[in-house]
Antibody
Framework: EVQLVQSGAEVKKAGESLKISCKHSGYSFTSYWLGWVRQMPGKGLEWMGITYPGDSKTRYNPSFEGQVTISVDKSITTAYLQWSSLKASDTAMYYC????????WGQGTLVTVSS | QSALTQPPSVSGSPGQSVTISCTGTSSDIGSYNRVFWYQQPPGTAPKLLIYDVNNRPSGVPDRFSGSRSGNTASLTISGLQAEDEADYYCNSYTSSSTYVFGTGTKVTVL
């Protein structure tokens, strides 16, 4: 059974850094694209970017490029989404998803940033 | 990249059919078969309903069907049930080698 388990909720201050994680199990980690999706409070889904763990090729939504970094650690089949300097507007639920069609989803990580 | 356009809400009585439209451009929906639909009940993660315009993953009821005409994709829910009440999102591959979600549609079962 494919499982994506995300790290727990975070409460941070503006200007702080953050790295959230998405642990894969149940399938070949290097065979599927993995992406991140943002959902701001009461709003819709936004596609942030995807990475292919097999060769670390990564593509970003232009709106998020330079604002976040997507990475993977193949040795522990874990993907990451990180910020170097958070803003209050980064407050949102963040989902990781994997598969050709985003067939599999994590449970979400709630990030709250206070100003 | 601009979000694909969906109606904010649609509603129907149990047993009826509803259709959700998703309008893009010739740079996304109109040019690629990689069009997807997701269902998101309140407080939960999204779930894949349709992939490649009109294909259902295993386990998705055949009440859900997808189609496309030009730059507009559609999701039809036939035989509406109370459990179908949720938010629905379309998603498409784009000419920039990225993906874009739709604005989302809330389905209400009357």
């Amino acid at each position: 059974e494919v499982q994506l388990v995300q790290s727990g909720a975070e409460v941070k201050k503006a200007g702080e850094s953050l790295k959230i994680s998405c642990k894969h199990s149940g399938y070949s980690f290097t065979s599927y694209w993995l992406g991140w999706v943002r959902q701001m409070p009461g709003k819709g889904l936004e596609w942030m970017g995807i990475t292919y763990p097999g060769d670390s090729k990564t593509r970003y939504n232009p709106s998020f490029e330079g604002q976040v970094t997507i990475s993977v650690d193949k040795s522990i089949t874990t993907a990451y989404l990180q910020w170097s300097s958070l803003k209050a507007s980064d407050t949102a639920m963040y989902y990781c998803a994997a598969g050709y069609a985003f067939d599999y989803w994590g449970q979400g990580t709630l990030v709250t940033v206070s100003s | 990249q601009s979000a694909l356009t969906q109606p904010p809400s649609v509603s129907g009585s149990p047993g009826q059919s509803v259709t959700i439209s998703c309008t893009g451009t010739s740079s996304d929906i109109g040019s690629y078969n990689r069009v997807f639909w997701y269902q998101q009940p309140p407080g939960t993660a999204p779930k894949l309903l349709i992939y490649d315009v009109n294909n259902r993953p295993s386990g998705v009821p055949d009440r859900f069907s997808g189609s496309r005409s030009g730059n507009t994709a559609s999701l039809t829910i036939s035989g509406l049930q109370a459990e179908d009440e949720a938010d629905y999102y379309c998603n498409s591959y784009t000419s920039s080698s990225t993906y874009v979600f739709g604005t989302g549609t809330k389905v209400t079962v009357l």
